[in-house]
T-cell receptor
């Protein structure tokens, strides 16, 4: 079955500290992988995406993610967190598999809190 | 603003009433998606359109739900005989036509059924 697992429901980091949010996926074909961020009561903003090629992808706001096929993972990282990064982060997988052409499967999200 | 827009942003309705949400996608996007998000969960796919054709529907889309995209531009999502379990945020998104293209989301329409 196609699925996305974000094992950490809530993470708290200090401002200026590094961040890594975990994402594991199960997908029957070559996945397209995404990270979105959602502020309270708002829609989702795309941070970055992986389709093919270089397994380390750069996104907006200083985020990056690394695709590791052997581990079925796509972890999100940021070297130095800012207070404005506090939000909920969703990992998603999609692709052309099983007749689904483009709809995304999301994880349950990781809520990030930032301590001053 | 050239993003995905949704209306209304918030709706409170009594159980048993019908509600309709509207979505205007990014103008050149031929794919339009509806997702539902409940508290503490990630968005769940409901349905999508390629132009005016509804190509896929999730099992979450019960017969009380109907979505249309009559001219391949804006879309409506109607929920008939609302139930408290329908309380959620309904997200619309759009993209260009191929798998892997970035899907852009609107701000969502919050539904509260009382």
């Amino acid at each position: 079955a196609q699925s996305v697992t974000q094992p950490d429901i809530h993470i708290t980091v200090s401002e200026g500290a590094s961040l890594e949010l975990r994402c594991n996926y199960s997908y029957g074909a070559t996945p397209y992988l995404f990270w979105y961020v959602q502020s309270p009561g708002q829609g989702l903003q795309l941070l970055l995406k992986y389709f093919s090629g270089d397994t380390l992808v750069q996104g907006i706001k200083g985020f990056e993610a690394e695709f590791k096929r052997s581990q079925s993972s796509f972890n999100l990282r940021k070297p130095s967190v800012h207070w404005s990064d506090a939000a909920e982060y969703f990992c998603a997988v999609g692709g052309d598999y099983g007749g689904s052409q483009g709809n995304l499967i999301f994880g349950k999200g990781t809520k990030l809190s930032v301590k001053p | 603003d050239t993003g995905v827009s949704q209306d209304p942003r918030h709706k409170i309705t009594k159980r048993g009433q019908n509600v309709t949400f509207r979505c205007d996608p990014i103008s050149e996007h031929n794919r339009l998606y509806w997702y539902r998000q409940t508290l503490g969960q990630g968005p769940e796919f409901l349905t999508y359109f390629q132009n005016e054709a509804q190509l896929e529907k999730s099992r979450l889309l019960s017969d009380r739900f109907s979505a249309e995209r009559p001219k391949g531009s804006f879309s409506t999502l109607e929920i008939q005989r609302t139930e408290q379990g329908d309380s959620a945020m309904y997200l619309c998104a759009s993209s260009l036509g191929r798998p892997g293209n970035t899907i852009y989301f609107g701000e969502g329409s919050w539904l509260t059924v009382v």
